[in-house]
């Protein structure tokens, strides 16, 4: 097939995979990499895994997938996967909540954009709306219960603490010290990528 003619077809289906995410056909099945899309006619909807998840192509359930060439849903799955980082990348390196970010790019696409880049500009949108829902049912509760968390971690730190200064070759106190320690390393760990995901 003529060179023109393949680049011509991959263009048309990444427009097509563009108008999907545009019309929120995508959504997470709640598993990494992993996305349904519904087909463009509205009668079904198929899985679609990005290459992160099946190098090197990824892979679908529709028939179109042939296993040699990305289908529009695979594309589709990655845009809507590349918006949710940049809109994450957006928000962080501009100190925006999400739903800010999302009140900017709308301000953005009403002073007037020419395509493509309404249409991504509108994909990016979308995600920072889903991404401040996101941040607003489940964020700051899950933070909150996090920072409870390693309160409490440094209390029985301190308190062990205290015992180990009574008696220092108590064995049992130091394995409690060191599993206490763990678990406020691990703690921290998880307030870190929390902030980084939900600010």
Not at 21 to 31: F, H, K, L, T, Y
Not at 70 to 81: D, F, G, M, N
Request: charged letters at 25%.
């Amino acid at each position: 097939m003529d060179a023109k003619i393949i680049a011509q077809k991959r263009k048309d289906r990444y427009h097509r995979a563009l108008k999907l995410v545009e019309s929120e056909a995508v959504s997470s099945n709640g598993q990494p990499h992993q996305f349904y899309v519904r087909s463009g006619s509205g009668n079904g909807r198929y899985l679609a895994a990005t290459p992160k998840a099946i190098p090197p192509i990824g892979t679908c359930t529709c028939k179109d997938f042939t296993g040699t060439r990305q289908c529009k849903h695979v594309l589709a799955a990655e845009i809507y996967e590349k918006a949710e980082a940049t809109a994450k990348e957006w928000a962080a390196k501009h100190c925006l909540s999400y739903s800010r970010l999302g009140d900017k790019l709308l301000h953005d696409l009403n002073c007037g954009m020419v395509e493509p880049l309404a249409t991504k500009v509108t994909i990016v949108f979308h995600a920072c709306l889903r991404l401040a829902r996101k941040e607003e049912m489940t964020g700051p509760m899950e933070l909150a219960q996090v920072r409870h968390s390693i309160v409490k971690a440094l209390g029985g730190i301190r308190e062990i603490h205290e015992q180990l200064r009574d008696n220092p070759d108590n064995r049992v106190a130091q394995e409690q010290l060191k599993g206490l320690r763990a678990t406020l390393n691990n703690l921290n760990a998880q307030e870190a990528r929390m902030l980084l995901a939900y600010h």
